[in-house]
């Protein structure tokens, strides 16, 4: 069955320290990832997208994601997290030549402390 | 600027209301799609649109039904609204193969 998996519920950050936001993904098919982020009481904003290619994306905001197929997973990267980045993360899987449905992660809420 | 517009921001219904939550996309776009998004739930696909007047069932249709008339425009629709079905409901539309999804900012229902 496809499923994305993001183990983090919630994580607590710093402002200016890293962050790292994992995402796993179990899917039959070629892939495509994307990565959401939702401040409250919003809909949800593409961050990033892989469809091919080079396997380090770059999204808007600064942040990055790796693709790894070896081990199934799409990492979301922010080398200096900003007070402005506490919001909900999805990751998101969907099929290759579908136009079908995406399937999202649960999410992992960001916190980041002063 | 590409746009998603749902109706309501925020509703407040009674129990055993008809319900109407109305969605428009203007990027000419396929797909649509409704979802519901609880906390510790994430986004559960309630039904999804990928024609006019075609419809498929998501993971959690029950109780829901949908219409789509025109491309532009999916309505979810909640026969009988209970209070068990209070929750952000989120639109979203795709175009064609390999394409992200744009969301609506959310229609936050509250059912009494």
């Known amino acids: 069955a496809q499923s994305v998996t993001q183990p983090d519920i919630h994580i607590t950050v710093s402002e200016g320290a890293s962050l790292e936001l994992r995402c796993n993904y179990s899917y039959g098919a070629t892939p495509y990832l994307f990565w959401y982020v939702q401040s409250p009481g919003q809909g949800l904003q593409l961050l990033l997208k892989?469809?091919?290619?080079?396997?380090l994306v770059q999204g808007i905001k600064g942040f990055e994601a790796e693709f790894k197929r070896s081990q199934s997973s799409f990492n979301l990267r922010k080398p200096s997290v900003h007070w402005s980045d506490a919001a909900e993360y999805f990751c998101?899987?969907?099929?290759?030549?579908?136009?079908?449905?995406?399937?999202f992660g649960k999410g992992t809420k960001l916190s980041v402390k002063p | 600027d590409v746009k998603v517009t749902q109706s309501s921001r925020y509703l407040v219904k009674r129990t055993g209301e008809k319900v109407f939550l109305e969605c428009v996309q203007d990027m000419d776009h396929e797909n649509m799609f409704w979802y519901r998004q609880d906390p510790g739930l994430g986004l559960r696909l309630i039904y999804f649109?990928?024609?006019?007047?075609?419809?498929e069932k998501g993971d959690i249709p029950e109780g829901y039904s949908v219409s789509r008339e025109k491309k532009e425009r999916f309505s979810l629709i909640l026969e009988s609204a209970s209070t068990n079905q209070t929750s952000m409901y989120l639109c979203?539309?795709?175009?064609?193969?390999?394409?992200?999804?744009?969301f609506g900012q959310g229609t936050r229902l509250t059912v009494v």
């Open positions: 998101a899987v969907g099929a290759w030549g579908s136009q079908g449905n995406l399937i």
């Open positions: 979203a539309s795709r175009g064609n193969m390999n394409t992200e999804a744009f």
């Open positions: 892989y469809f091919s290619g080079d396997t």
């Open positions: 649109s990928y024609d006019v007047k075609m419809k």
